[in-house]
């Protein structure tokens, strides 16, 4: 699940972390008295959207010369007529597609005056199966373009679980990001802080693009990203309280209120498989034969039969969807409880695309009896290789 950059300093803040005063806006009458709410002289007005890259994006609704989804008001007129001019319009970024995203929220902060940009992030290595720091002194860039361009730049380095940060930890890490002074005496405090929030919370990612250290020697989190792993959103109702659902795809919305593991995608093949790994071949194997898969939809091992029909409605709900290709192996789903749950669906919703079902394993020449016997106008498919061509030839009207 992700958050908005200002929950995600709400939520560093309470662990020490130095984040800047600021006030969300969550509708447009909030925007004057969130202004007037702070000192200035120097207002920052920011886009809340799940998407990098605010800054040089742009605004549907606006001229192609306009400021982008972050700016920098040295007035408190000038903060009110960026904040009024964003707030409600659509901020297209390179994360958020061409669609882009309505800005509903906005958050106004401090302006800081910046020495020096630096990057840091934490994350689980799954390579050596530990949380992982991620730091460099070529902040406020991409990062990616960082590990291309001068991967000598970016530092990993590896905590122990069992002791967290050390303070050799955290020196490290210091001396990485060149911290001196002041900086060097804030970081020591941080680093640790920011580890223990991390742990604490369940957070899959901890991303602070720009850490900015301050013409006073100081550092503060300038912007942050924060993710926090599903499966353990049990353990934090604080934290699920800050789901923005708005910002989210209304197929996944749907498809979590039944436990279904749904992506949605930008092709025109919708998939319904069980198992992650299963679900990801076919998705290959679609892209092999020239097409493109329309989501990641896993039903799990113990699908019912109302689970299968909840995720052949979030597939048919999609409009891009020019046709649908059921690929399961029943080890501990059974075909049969696919094959009901597909024929409850399809006499429910109707079915105005291509269909081809391959079932392998326990009770499957039941399922495949169900399938048949159905009267449905349903393709089977023998293997993963033959469904795959045949969804293919199918929705080119082959």
């Not at 989804?69 to 408190?76: D, I, L, T, W």
């Not at 005056?113 to 720091?133: C, K, M, N, Q, W």
């Not at 749907?254 to 076919?282: F, P, Q």
């Amino acid at each position: 699940m992700n958050i908005h950059e200002y929950q995600a300093k709400q939520v560093l803040r309470s662990y020490g972390a130095p984040v800047a005063a600021g006030v969300p806006v969550e509708a447009a009458d909030e925007i004057e008295s969130s202004v007037m709410a702070l000192p200035g002289p120097v207002w920052v007005v920011k886009s809340q959207i799940h998407a990098g890259g605010r800054g040089k994006g742009k605004f549907k609704e606006l001229p192609p010369d306009a400021k982008g989804g972050v700016r920098v008001s040295f007035s408190a007129e000038e903060a009110i007529k960026n904040a009024k001019e964003m707030f409600g319009n659509t901020l297209v970024t390179k994360q958020t597609g061409a669609a882009g995203k309505q800005v509903n929220r906005l958050y106004i902060e401090d302006g800081a005056d910046i020495a020096r940009e630096l990057y840091l992030s934490i994350l689980v290595d799954r390579t050596v199966g530990r949380p992982a720091f991620v730091v460099s002194t070529e902040g406020g860039m991409d990062i990616e373009t960082v590990a291309h361009d001068t991967p000598e730049k970016i530092v990993t380095l590896a905590i122990n679980p069992q002791t967290g940060v050390t303070d050799a930890d955290a020196g490290k890490l210091c001396d990485a990001l060149k911290l001196t002074g002041d900086a060097r005496a804030d970081g020591m405090e941080l680093f640790p802080a920011l580890y223990n929030a991390f742990t604490e919370k369940d957070m899959s990612l901890l991303e602070i693009n720009p850490l900015i250290v301050m013409k006073d020697g100081h550092l503060r989190v300038l912007d942050a990203k924060v993710s926090f792993d599903n499966n353990a959103l049990f353990r934090h109702p604080d934290i699920m309280s800050l789901r923005d659902i708005t910002e989210e795809d209304a197929k996944e919305i749907e498809a979590s209120k039944y436990d279904l593991s749904y992506v949605a995608l930008d092709g025109n093949i919708g998939c319904m498989v069980n198992g992650a790994g299963l679900a990801m071949s076919t998705m290959d194997i679609i892209k092999l034969y020239g097409e493109e898969p329309a989501n990641f939809l896993d039903v799990g091992g113990g699908a019912s039969k109302e689970k299968v029909t909840a995720a052949f409605k979030i597939i048919t709900a999609d409009p891009n969807v020019k046709g649908i290709l059921v690929n399961i192996f029943g080890g501990i789903m059974r075909c049969d409880t696919i094959a009901e749950g597909v024929v409850a669906a399809v006499k429910e919703v109707g079915l105005k695309v291509p269909l081809v079902v391959r079932l392998e394993g326990t009770n499957v020449e039941l399922g495949k009896k169900i399938i048949n016997e159905s009267g449905l106008n349903v393709i089977s498919a023998d293997d993963l290789d033959d469904a795959a061509q045949k969804i293919v030839a199918a929705i080119k009207g082959a």
